[in-house]
């Protein structure tokens, strides 16, 4: 049994079906890069699997449980836009952590911050977009989770600073745990996943080792991808 | 423990807001005391008490309505979505933070209003007090809890709007619903009061504004025999008991962060 079981999944906005009969499971120590172009339903089904949307069909399974508000514990979420309120600092942010996720590492919560050279005291406000992204990534990798779920961790920053980020994912990346990384980056990504799922127009084209691919089809993540939209 | 955390957050989020209502009040009150030398003492005790309640009411209104965008602009996000606490809680502090702001309102209008009335109207005070002693404060938190109704109410409209798409049905109902019963509120309560005549007699003190701005602050606070139907309150109680279930389960079943 993987740490995420989802069978059958449809999720419907109004009579758009953003997701088709979706079945995935992800085991502990996988790293799986989800690609699809945009409006493929990326999003939505990371959204699903941490409960902010809620299925139209189907079901989830994180750990073997279903979804609510427990199975939050242990999902760590990091959206592809800014959740920070603006009031905040990042040290509140850090605080707002430590208070409500049990296990919220703050040494390497404080190593992240360092590694992208910003400091506790600045504003949310007051950063950039490419800042609030290392911020939140910050947080969300810091949390002591069982799935990790990335929504465009690379959007929006320089091509310099996606290096870094990736090493800072992998640096701290827990073998006790699935990391999902969604992305339309995905030269940048395929060198970390460990099995990548092609997504287009909610339905899941394809699920497949990344050495496999490699083998088989004698041609990069990134190739096939251009080559299959 | 997650309660007051979330309390706690709630506060730090708000410490400008804050500071800019305390400010502005103190503001308001300093101008009126400074416009009583101005104007030579010829600023009654009436319009003093005039402005108070018009600080007071302004202040009330805008805390209402920031209560509500908050739930919308803070509560339903991913932030507060991610926490592994029940739903409800966030919507129940945001509910408690408004019975709580209004409170403060409440007593920093009513701080100042003493202060300022006291100085024209050097009886004012004993007034006062003797007012809240007789039961005044009862009167005073049935206004609260009136100003707590409107923002759980409104509060429905912003749940309304955060549902999924296929509960377009459900949306549509809660809209209706919350419509009509502002609509017919005091309809409905008139008519229960018409067909359950049965009334308990309290001395509730009543803070007759027409009457305080037109005459003399002395003789307005009474307490005139207040019949209260007991149908028409249970009607109210519940009623706001219903719409505050109803919206925590809606926050912890139905809502969707898009």
Same mark, same amino acid.
């Given at each position: 049994?993987?740490? #995420?079981?989802?069978?059958?999944?449809?999720?419907?906005?109004?009579?758009?079906?953003?997701?088709?009969?979706?079945?995935?499971?992800?085991?502990?120590?996988?790293?799986?890069?989800?690609?699809?172009?945009?409006?493929?339903?990326?999003?939505?089904?990371? @959204?699903?699997?941490?409960?902010?949307?809620?299925?139209?069909?189907?079901?989830?399974?994180?750990?073997?449980?279903?979804?609510?508000?427990?199975?939050?514990?242990?999902?760590?979420?990091?959206?592809?836009?800014?959740? #920070?309120? #603006?009031?905040?600092?990042?040290?509140?942010?850090?605080?707002?952590?430590?208070?409500?996720?049990?296990?919220?590492?703050?040494?390497?919560?404080?190593?992240?911050?360092?590694?992208?050279?910003?400091?506790?005291?600045?504003?949310? @406000?007051?950063?950039?977009?490419?800042?609030?992204?290392?911020?939140?990534?910050?947080?969300?990798?810091?949390?002591?989770?069982?799935?990790?779920?990335?929504?465009?961790?690379?959007?929006?920053?320089?091509?310099?600073?996606?290096?870094?980020?990736?090493?800072?994912?992998?640096?701290?990346?827990?073998?006790?745990?699935?990391?999902?990384?969604?992305?339309?980056?995905?030269?940048?990504?395929?060198?970390?996943?460990?099995?990548?799922?092609?997504?287009?127009?909610?339905?899941?084209?394809?699920?497949?080792?990344?050495?496999?691919?490699?083998?088989?089809? @004698?041609?990069?993540?990134?190739?096939?991808?251009?080559?299959?939209? | 423990?997650?309660?007051?955390?979330?309390?706690?957050?709630?506060?730090?989020?708000?410490?400008?807001?804050?500071?800019?209502?305390?400010?502005?009040?103190?503001?308001?009150?300093?101008?009126?005391?400074?416009?009583?030398?101005?104007?030579?003492?010829?600023?009654?005790?009436?319009?003093?008490?005039?402005?108070?309640?018009?600080?007071?009411?302004?202040?009330?209104?805008?805390?209402?309505?920031?209560?509500?965008?908050?739930?919308?602009?803070?509560?339903?996000?991913?932030?507060?979505?991610?926490?592994?606490?029940?739903?409800?809680?966030?919507?129940?502090?945001?509910?408690?933070?408004?019975?709580?702001?209004?409170?403060?309102?409440?007593?920093?209008?009513?701080?100042?209003?003493?202060?300022?009335?006291?100085?024209?109207?050097?009886?004012?005070?004993?007034?006062?007090?003797?007012?809240?002693?007789?039961?005044?404060?009862?009167?005073?938190?049935?206004?609260?809890?009136?100003?707590?109704?409107?923002?759980?109410?409104?509060?429905?409209?912003?749940?309304?709007?955060?549902?999924?798409?296929?509960?377009?049905?459900?949306?549509?109902?809660?809209?209706?619903?919350?419509?009509?019963?502002?609509?017919?509120?005091?309809?409905?309560?008139?008519?229960?009061?018409?067909?359950?005549?049965?009334?308990?007699?309290?001395?509730?003190?009543?803070?007759?504004?027409?009457?305080?701005?037109?005459?003399?602050?002395?003789?307005?606070?009474?307490?005139?025999?207040?019949?209260?139907?007991?149908?028409?309150?249970?009607?109210?109680?519940?009623?706001?008991?219903?719409?505050?279930?109803?919206?925590?389960?809606?926050?912890?079943?139905?809502?969707?962060?898009?």
């Amino acid at each position: 049994m993987g740490v #995420l079981e989802i069978k059958g999944l449809y999720k419907y906005y109004g009579k758009k079906c953003a997701l088709k009969n979706v079945n995935l499971t992800g085991d502990f120590g996988e790293i799986v890069g989800l690609f699809g172009p945009n409006g493929s339903g990326k999003t939505t089904l990371l @959204k699903l699997i941490v409960g902010f949307l809620r299925p139209s069909s189907g079901s989830i399974r994180v750990d073997g449980k279903d979804i609510d508000h427990n199975t939050r514990a242990i999902v760590s979420f990091l959206p592809d836009n800014n959740l #920070l309120p #603006l009031w905040m600092t990042i040290k509140d942010a850090f605080n707002f952590y430590k208070d409500f996720f049990p296990g919220f590492e703050e040494k390497r919560f404080k190593d992240l911050i360092d590694y992208f050279n910003l400091s506790m005291n600045r504003k949310v @406000k007051e950063l950039s977009k490419g800042e609030q992204e290392k911020v939140c990534l910050s947080l969300a990798i810091s949390r002591k989770a069982k799935i990790y779920l990335l929504d465009e961790p690379l959007g929006g920053i320089d091509p310099a600073s996606r290096e870094r980020i990736l090493t800072g994912i992998l640096k701290n990346y827990r073998e006790d745990s699935l990391m999902i990384i969604s992305t339309h980056l995905i030269s940048d990504v395929e060198s970390i996943a460990d099995r990548v799922i092609f997504i287009s127009q909610g339905e899941i084209l394809l699920n497949e080792k990344t050495e496999k691919i490699r083998e088989e089809k @004698k041609m990069s993540v990134d190739e096939l991808f251009r080559k299959t939209f | 423990m997650g309660m007051i955390n979330l309390l706690k957050y709630g506060i730090l989020g708000k410490k400008k807001y804050y500071l800019t209502l305390f400010l502005s009040t103190i503001g308001v009150y300093f101008i009126l005391f400074m416009g009583h030398y101005y104007f030579k003492n010829n600023i009654s005790p009436e319009f003093a008490f005039a402005i108070s309640f018009l600080v007071m009411l302004v202040s009330l209104i805008l805390n209402i309505i920031f209560n509500i965008m908050s739930l919308n602009t803070e509560d339903i996000r991913y932030l507060y979505y991610s926490v592994p606490i029940n739903p409800k809680y966030i919507y129940l502090r945001r509910m408690l933070m408004g019975l709580f702001e209004t409170i403060f309102i409440f007593l920093l209008n009513m701080l100042f209003m003493t202060m300022i009335i006291q100085f024209l109207n050097p009886i004012f005070k004993d007034q006062l007090i003797n007012y809240l002693q007789r039961g005044g404060i009862f009167t005073l938190l049935i206004y609260n809890l009136a100003m707590e109704w409107i923002i759980i109410i409104c509060s429905t409209f912003v749940i309304a709007s955060n549902l999924p798409s296929e509960k377009d049905i459900l949306r549509y109902l809660l809209n209706v619903m919350t419509i009509l019963y502002l609509l017919f509120n005091d309809a409905l309560r008139s008519m229960l009061s018409r067909i359950f005549p049965y009334n308990i007699s309290l001395h509730m003190p009543q803070f007759n504004y027409e009457s305080i701005i037109t005459g003399s602050l002395r003789y307005n606070i009474n307490l005139p025999k207040f019949n209260v139907n007991i149908a028409s309150t249970i009607f109210y109680i519940l009623t706001f008991i219903f719409f505050l279930v109803l919206n925590s389960y809606l926050f912890e079943k139905y809502i969707e962060i898009k």
